[in-house]
């Protein structure tokens, strides 16, 4: 219909209980389990209904009811205690004195997707969950950060499978008043909206907040009358695989984004681009820098470039996003003519072979890698992954020295613990056992637990998983209208009793989820044993356009069908959330099986650890730095294989020889009735690892200090006194660029006398022509190491040279002591690097090796 009018009916509750409408619009609530428990206990089976909602369920719950609460002391009770502590949060004081951020600025954190909860589709996977619990621990820890995101209306597709076990995708639209958002209103009370152009018209987009915590995230969304269909949909779906709506998307993310936080008068600190879809925004920062201190791009470009985080999340090529230069130039064709630079160069930014319109394809990550000064990955072994994948933005540079470090993720541990263990945890440890004072000493009392408390606790969360896959089965059978007879046999499905493995993640072919699979007999054996059995719950979903994620699914789901396993074997449709906080707090055992080195964390395991899971799983991302034969089990060795299939036979067998002679046995070595010491003791090793080293307050606080405060400090240095830091570097740069051409390293010389022994000491020299450089301006470097081979080295390192003699014609002799401190053949060469901070000094193609 045309000229269609809108309006909504809230619910009218009572003053006494009025804060429920208050709590239901900031999601603080869903890592809080009072709070989540307070909307329970309104109506515990419409909850549910409204899939956790608040906002939904408040709606559907009659004045009737409402009123007999406001009447209700417990209730009242209850409520008040939850608003206590809410309100708590706001009081906190932030225990970062050395940021510098203002009260009209902030750290703005871009991502395509946001998992908060599951009421919010806004994600896909690991991503957006990580990007979520960011967010959720920025709060607590009293960070001044605002997230920035798309508001998708179709969100992600629902999972459901065909009679042959094939997925099938669907896509529902949200209904944008069920979520607890709120139109973004400027200083004069106006509704934010943003424009941006593009070859298919001006695309707007208003601009929606959602409070987390004590922050908030702007939510942009196109679906506008005033808007072209097309141009509506750039919000409809996330992660569409049409290119021209992608790169649309991702255009209006990080421009957009950037326009949203002008319009509300935020001026950014620092940018912090969590994946490659956000580097958009780069670009819009430098326009408003260049507007907000009066500066050209050069000097914008170096404030940009010093404030901006960029993270890498993934070591697979194909989950980089890369496009036509045709297809980005339309959107970015502006941005030349703002920077007053040619549309080659602009689009150079984005491509690792500068210029080639012909073969570079535009790739976001190397735009966002380009205009951020801290860069990482985010596991220690991902970081090093990374710096081989891109190491071709810094010709000339030893991998190990490409300036890609690492930060790993930590998980929020609020969201994913089972109620009854942070009961337990409380009583052990103290009330803030998951604050921000979570010190070693307390991570430790973990060990004073009682085994047969933890053991009967994690008893009862296995129970809950195993009542949700009976509930999810008979639900899906029902919709198929099932006989009687398997619907019965579905509600009977697992064992309460018996050891529970999970495999739950995205269903891409490295992640090899049917690696478990490769001998069906030998686990069939498994599965089936009379004294030591097992059962095993799958669950994920693989991207629409995945044939063989897809076929990896049906050969699961066909093998759950066998007569001999269909009572031991599950596949949960629809992975969420909700699906996921489950599994990790009632998996005995959690399964990771990636192709080593393609997994890049791999948080769920943190999650299932934190719940006292034991993790069994490849040696890769997140894994490599938790295990210790303490805690868990490490499928095969760090080895990195060529032959794939020769991989998968091997890592199979040590899957199952790990199964069969130390996992079960371990989980069924129960004495007199007692619970199985060993593995109560590898529980808590577990659950004390997590806790003390892979939570998201622990991942927050190191971004803030090794990033976020040193580039909100050279946002404060460069843009004082009229920027005046900011235009000595462009300068300074572009100098460097222009005269670095001309100069010249000679190979270094030694003494003639080889034959040395360890702590002999001797000295090397190299001749340097500067041509219109100083000695000031570089810094000359011996770099040496133990040889690898005949043209490399193993693990380099430098030494700076000392200016010893100026010959004349700017040429400059430079020498340096070298200690013989080991016995070997070494290797050395020199080089030239710009003198300066770290930044510049890994400016690419400012390094001259000695010829």
Request: with cysteine.
């Amino acid at each position: 219909m045309e000229n269609l009018q809108v309006f909504q009916v809230c619910p009218s509750i009572p003053e006494p209980v009025r804060f429920l409408d208050y709590l239901s619009k900031n999601l603080w609530w869903c890592w809080n389990h009072d709070a989540i428990e307070l909307f329970r206990r309104i109506n515990p089976v419409q909850w549910e209904a409204n899939q956790r909602n608040p906002v939904a369920f408040l709606a559907s719950i009659s004045q009737r009811r409402f009123e007999a609460f406001a009447r209700d002391d417990g209730f009242i009770g209850h409520m008040e205690q939850v608003k206590a502590r809410f309100e708590a949060m706001f009081s906190f004081a932030p225990g970062f004195e050395k940021l510098e951020v203002g009260s009209t600025q902030t750290i703005a954190y871009f991502s395509m997707e946001f998992g908060i909860h599951e009421s919010l589709p806004l994600f896909a996977g690991g991503l957006g969950v990580l990007a979520g619990d960011h967010l959720k621990a920025s709060s607590s820890l009293g960070l001044p950060l605002t997230g920035v995101g798309l508001l998708f209306r179709g969100g992600y597709f629902s999972q459901v499978f065909d009679l042959e076990g094939w997925q099938q995708e669907r896509y529902p639209e949200i209904d944008i008043f069920d979520l607890p958002v709120q139109r973004a209103l400027d200083s004069q009370g106006n509704e934010v909206c943003v424009t941006v152009e593009s070859p298919h018209g001006t695309i707007k987009a208003q601009v929606w907040q959602l409070k987390v915590g004590r922050l908030r995230l702007l939510l942009l969304d196109t679906n506008l009358v005033e808007n072209s269909p097309f141009i509506r949909d750039i919000t409809a779906r996330l992660y569409t695989s049409n290119l021209e709506t992608r790169v649309a998307q991702e255009v209006l993310l990080g421009i957009g984004g950037m326009r949203a936080l002008e319009r509300l008068d935020i001026f950014p600190s620092v940018i912090h681009m969590n994946e490659g879809h956000c580097a958009f925004a780069g670009l819009e920062r430098i326009v408003q820098i260049m507007k907000k201190f009066h500066v050209n791009m050069d000097a914008a470009f170096e404030t940009c470039k010093r404030t901006s985080v960029f993270t890498t999340h993934t070591p697979v090529a194909a989950g980089h996003d890369e496009f036509p230069p045709s297809l980005v130039l339309p959107y970015v064709r502006s941005f030349a003519r703002k920077f007053n630079i040619t549309e080659v160069d602009l689009l150079g930014w984005g491509q690792m072979n500068h210029g080639d319109q012909n073969n570079g394809f535009f790739y976001m990550c190397v735009l966002g890698i380009n205009l951020s000064g801290y860069l990482n990955g985010v596991s220690r072994l991902h970081g090093t992954v990374a710096r081989k994948m891109w190491t071709g933005i810094w010709p000339g540079r030893p991998v190990d020295e490409v300036p890609i470090t690492h930060i790993t993720n930590g998980v929020h541990i609020l969201s994913y613990i089972s109620q009854q263990k942070a009961a337990l945890f409380e009583r052990y440890l103290t009330s803030d056992w998951a604050g921000i004072n979570c010190t070693p000493e307390m991570v430790q009392r973990i060990d004073n637990i009682d085994d047969e408390d933890l053991w009967h606790v994690h008893g009862i969360d296995r129970s809950r998983l195993i009542r949700l896959c009976r509930k999810v089965m008979f639900e899906k059978y029902s919709r198929r209208n099932a006989p009687r007879d398997v619907l019965d046999a579905v509600s009977s499905v697992l064992d309460h009793n018996v050891l529970t493995i999970c495999f739950a993640r995205r269903f891409a072919t490295y992640k090899r989820a049917d690696l478990l699979l490769m001998d069906p007999e030998r686990l069939e054996a498994m599965i089936n044993s009379t004294t030591r059995p097992i059962q095993i719950v799958f669950a994920g979903k693989a991207h629409p356009n995945d044939n063989e994620g897809k076929q990896i699914i049906q050969r699961i789901m066909n093998f759950a069908k066998r007569d001999k396993v269909r009572h031991r074997v599950v596949f949960l449709e629809d992975y969420d959330i909700n699906i996921a906080r489950y599994m990790v707090q009632g998996a005995d055992v959690w399964l990771n099986t990636p192709r080593r080195p393609n997994e890049a964390c791999g948080t769920s395991g943190i999650k299932a650890a934190v719940n006292g899971s034991l993790n069994l799983s490849i040696l890769d991302g997140w894994w490599c730095e938790g295990y210790t034969a303490q805690r868990g089990w490490a499928i095969g060795d760090n080895c990195d294989y060529k032959d794939t299939a020769y991989q998968d036979s091997v890592e199979s067998q040590a899957l199952y020889n790990l199964l069969e002679n130390e996992v079960i046995p371990c989980f069924y070595d129960r004495k007199r009735g007692n619970p199985p010491q060993r593995w109560v003791q590898m529980m808590k090793e577990s659950i004390k690892m997590a806790l003390g080293e892979f939570s998201s307050n622990r991942m927050v606080r190191e971004y803030t200090n090794r990033f976020y405060i040193p580039a909100a400090c050279n946002m404060a240095r460069l843009t004082a006194d009229n920027a005046g830091g900011a235009i000595e570097l462009a300068r300074g740069r572009q100098r460097l660029k222009t005269l670095w051409k001309n100069l010249r390293v000679m190979k270094p010389s030694m003494p003639p006398d080889t034959g040395f022994k360890v702590g002999d000491t001797f000295t090397l020299s190299t001749t340097v022509f500067l041509g219109d450089l100083t000695p000031e301006d570089v810094e000359v470097q011996i770099y040496f190491g133990r040889l690898k081979s005949l043209d490399r080295l193993d693990g380099g390192r430098t030494k700076t040279m000392t200016l010893k003699a100026e010959s004349g014609k700017n040429i400059y002799l430079y020498t340096c002591e070298l200690n013989c401190s080991d016995a070997g053949r070494f290797g050395y060469t020199a080089r030239v690097i710009p003198q300066g901070d770290e930044i510049l000094k890994t400016t690419p193609g400012l390094m001259t090796w000695a010829k």
